[in-house]
């Protein structure tokens, strides 16, 4: 099983871009598809982005398509996810996620999590 650390989260103005990391340990990455999630202040989990374990298909939330970017490096272990024209509701928890299984969009079909990375947009 990997295990998951996101980097990369500050706060920025409104219509910056920022990229955010997530380094994965353990030999078996390659065999993971990978998700984004974030969590606003009494707000649930939510989906924003996933990526597939060879990285042939990208899936995203209506509220970051294209404006978002996921992305991954199998070699390097490491997940991306890539945001611009940043708006102060994409202030939230950034989480990583990786899952075995084929649905990619829903939280509780992912088994391994990061702790997270705090991102602000400020108006």
């Known amino acids: 099983q990997v295990q998951l650390v996101e980097s990369g989260g500050g706060l920025v103005q409104a219509g910056d871009s920022l990229t955010l990391s997530c380094a994965a340990s353990g030999r078996s990455f390659g065999t993971y598809n990978m998700g984004w999630f974030r969590q606003a202040p009494g707000k649930e989990r939510e989906f924003v982005a996933a990526?597939?374990?060879?990285?042939?298909?990208?899936y995203y939330a209506d509220s970051v398509k294209g404006r978002s970017t996921i992305s991954r490096d199998n070699a390097e272990n490491t997940v991306y996810l890539q945001m611009n024209s940043l708006k102060p509701e994409d202030t939230a928890v950034y989480y990583c996620?990786?899952?075995?299984?084929?649905?990619?969009?829903?939280?509780?079909?992912?088994?391994?999590w990061g702790q997270g990375t705090q991102v602000t947009v400020s108006s």
């Open positions: 990526i597939t374990r060879s990285g042939s298909k990208t």
């Open positions: 996620a990786a899952t075995l299984n084929l649905i990619l969009s829903l939280v509780d079909l992912y088994n391994v």
